[in-house]
Structures are given as structure tokens and as C-alpha cells.
Nanobody
Framework: RLQLVESGGGSVQAGGSLRLSCAASEYTAGRYCMAWFRQAPGKEREGVAGISYSRVSTFYADSVKGRFTISRDNAKNTLYLQMISLKPDDTAMYYC?????????????????????WGQGTQVTVSS
């Protein structure tokens, strides 16, 4: 069973940057669509960014476009989320997720119910 472990969260001031990492327990290239989700207290979980198994396609929530970049290093079995120009509204628990390839499209990547594998989350706190 695929296991995912996130790291890189922390506390930063508004305008700061963080890079989240998600280490997978097995080779994911060509097999899994992967994404980052986040959930703030009292709010529903939302898709932040997704990336296809081939790395050809990337997807972003409107709220993070131009500030966040998703990438994956298939040789290291690691997914990344580079976040710049952070805002207090970005404060949330961030989760890495994966599902079998084929579910990565503009209309499907942010459907959290379609993901089979989840990490434990890493907290991001942005202060004003």
C-alpha cells in the first residue's frame, strides 16, 4: 500500500515562502496522479494543486495561481509544493494525496473523494 509522508510546514509571516515535500513509499511515476489539498479549521478540504503522472499537466486552485508551484521528482518519489507570497488565508493543514493515473484532468483533480492515498498532513501557519 502506498504511503505518503509530508514535511516542510511551519510558521511564516505574510509574504514569506515555504516548500512542502511529500515522500512516497514506492515509485509513483507513470502510476499515480498526485495533488496537494488543504483544510483550515471550520472549512472544507480544498484542492490546492495537482499534477499528472507524466508531469505534463498541472492544475491549480484560482486562489493560489501564480504563487504556488507543484512539481514531482520521480527519481526521488517525492512531490513538492513551492509556496511564495504566502497570505494569512493560506493557513491550513496541507495534505498530499495520490490516486491511480487517469484521474488527473481539469475537472477531476480537485475531487478529494477520488483519492485513495493520503498523508498525515503538515501545518502551515501564515501570520499578518
Amino acid at each position: 500500500r502506498l504511503q505518503l509522508v509530508e514535511s516542510g510546514g511551519g510558521s511564516v509571516q505574510a509574504g514569506g515562502s515555504l516548500r512542502l515535500s511529500c515522500a512516497a513509499s514506492e515509485y509513483t511515476a507513470g502510476r499515480y496522479c498526485m495533488a496537494w489539498f488543504r483544510q483550515a479549521p471550520g472549512k472544507e478540504r480544498e484542492g490546492v494543486a495537482g499534477i499528472s503522472y507524466s508531469r505534463v499537466s498541472t492544475f491549480y486552485a484560482d486562489s493560489v495561481k501564480g504563487r504556488f508551484t507543484i512539481s514531482r521528482d520521480n527519481a526521488k518519489n517525492t512531490l513538492y509544493l513551492q509556496m511564495i507570497s504566502l497570505k494569512p488565508d493560506d493557513t491550513a493543514m496541507y495534505y498530499c494525496a495520490a490516486k491511480p493515473a487517469g484521474g488527473c484532468s481539469e475537472g477531476l483533480w480537485a475531487n478529494d473523494a477520488s483519492y485513495d492515498y493520503w498523508g498525515q498532513g503538515t501545518q502551515v501557519t501564515v501570520s499578518s
